[in-house]
């Protein structure tokens, strides 16, 4: 309702009667009439209603109202001649639909932590900060849906319990039936939680060509990081006839154009980030959208990390798995833009990525970005049989459970190529939020999991 009335505005049609639905955020009283500011969480703006003394019910209800009290007005749309806001709602009818006593409800007007509105989950969409994220990550959402769509890339639901290890990190939680037997499994083998879409789309890849997932992915590390989930949310898409080269320019695209869109469409939440949370935000939006990835080779990069070794905790060394201070000094303090990073020796890498004529290296890419380090993980898959059993053999995975996976090589293979976009860190650097909890409505993290 509240957005409409900025549609409105902009079509300058004031004096229209109209409801409003919404929670109050303040009251201030004058002599003659009360002030409230009331949202309706459509938008950040609050609207500004005019509660006059005349009204039937001011004296036993509109002068108790508080912060969290759910109303609905009606009244007329007139120009505001105070600052601060262009109209305001002259109310001519106000009911309470329900209260919010101000003894106990946390939410009071200062200007609460990141950290306590954690703790209070059911709770902290209703503040301005985790409003906005939470319309942003929609929006996010469906610019991702209309980035593939519009290419004509068939979405995919993949399973959430799963027989197969993606990753092969053993970072699955086990799913079982409630008095399930440790020989008889309900599933017939032991399931878990997917940790990625990924095999499942390269099934559908090689039918339908194009194809994406969107979904949730679970991992059970242990890690108790800014950029850490136990369950989050992952776009992958996977194109058969497709090398690395076409595999880095749909990530970029992809990229470029749900940060567009967000540009286009969030303008006012992105300005309460840029104020806020992450001074520069919106030019630093702007910059990715406009100006060219840097790409180099794994072995450039740590080259380059080599002659600062010194700043790192962590020793670089060719055959490291890159850490978060690697990632973080390429993207943030050498390069200052998003960064792909190609050809990871293969020992680092999981079984199904394509192995390069080096013999050393596969065909992967990381893309990462400044204040995140890694925001999307992705290859060339490894689509000769030979070379793929051997890699999983190696990786002493059982080939029997893996038949399936093996037929797609077996039968009209192609050469293919996908990648996993962890869609709370698109939401992190799109918002500027520090902690990967803030733009998740319901983070889980070891030992958190409330609601
Ligand atoms: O690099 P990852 O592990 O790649 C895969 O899962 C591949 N199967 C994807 C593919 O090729 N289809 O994860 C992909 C992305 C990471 O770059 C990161 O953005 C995100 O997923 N991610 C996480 N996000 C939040 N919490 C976690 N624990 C994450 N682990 C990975
Ligand atoms: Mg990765």
Request: net charge negative; with cysteine; proline share 4%.
């Amino acid at each position: 309702m509240l957005k409409r009335i900025q549609t409105l505005l902009k079509q300058k049609k004031v004096d229209t009667e109209m409801t409003v639905k919404g929670w109050i955020r303040t009251r201030r009283d004058t002599g003659a009439f009360s002030f409230l500011e009331v949202n309706d969480g459509s938008c950040l703006a609050n609207l500004q209603i005019i509660a006059d003394k005349q009204l039937t019910n001011y004296d036993t209800e509109i002068i108790k109202l508080s912060a969290g009290c759910s109303v609905v007005i009606t009244g007329t749309l007139q120009e505001s001649p105070a600052k601060g806001q262009d109209v305001e709602l002259h109310a001519e009818s106000l009911e309470v639909v329900g209260w919010a006593d101000p003894e106990s409800y946390p939410l009071q007007k200062k200007r609460h932590s990141l950290e306590f509105l954690r703790s209070i989950s059911h709770l902290r969409p209703r503040t301005n900060a985790l409003g906005a994220v939470t319309r942003v990550r929609s929006r996010l959402s469906f610019a991702v849906q209309r980035f593939f769509q519009e290419r004509d890339f068939v979405q995919i639901h993949t399973p959430i319990i799963t027989t197969s290890d993606c990753e092969g990190a053993g970072e699955m939680f086990q799913v079982r039936a409630s008095g399930e037997k440790e020989d008889k499994p309900f599933f017939g083998l032991q399931a878990g939680l997917t940790v990625s879409g990924q095999l499942q789309a390269e099934v559908y890849a090689q039918a339908l060509g194009q194809v994406y997932t969107f979904g949730p992915t679970f991992r059970a590390e242990n890690s108790n990081t800014s950029r850490h989930l136990a369950e989050f949310w992952m776009i992958e898409p996977e194109m058969a006839f497709c090398d690395l080269d076409c595999n880095m320019e749909l990530a970029t695209d992809l990229l470029k154009f749900v940060l567009q869109d967000a540009l286009d469409n969030c303008e006012e939440d992105l300005a309460l980030f840029n104020k806020f949370i992450e001074k520069g935000l919106v030019s630093k939006l702007q910059d990715v959208v406009e100006k060219d990835f840097v790409h180099m080779t794994y072995t450039a990069a740590v080259n380059e990390l080599s002659k600062v070794k010194e700043i790192f905790e962590y020793p670089v060394e060719w055959g490291i798995d890159l850490q978060s201070e690697h990632e973080r000094y390429l993207t943030e303090k050498l390069y200052k833009c998003p960064v792909i990073v190609t050809d990871y020796p293969s020992s680092i890498k999981p079984f199904y990525m394509r192995l390069s004529d080096d013999g050393k290296t596969v065909a992967a890419m990381d893309i990462l970005v400044p204040g995140i380090g890694e925001i999307v993980g992705g290859s060339q898959r490894e689509e000769r049989l030979d070379v793929l059993s051997r890699r999983m053999t190696d990786a002493g995975i059982n080939l029997e459970e893996y038949d399936w996976y093996l037929d797609l090589r077996r039968y009209g293979t192609v050469p293919h190529a996908g990648f996993g976009l962890g869609f709370e860190r698109l939401v992190q650097f799109a918002t500027g939020m520090s902690n990967i909890r803030e733009v998740i409505p319901f983070p889980r993290t070891p030992g958190f999991a409330p609601c």
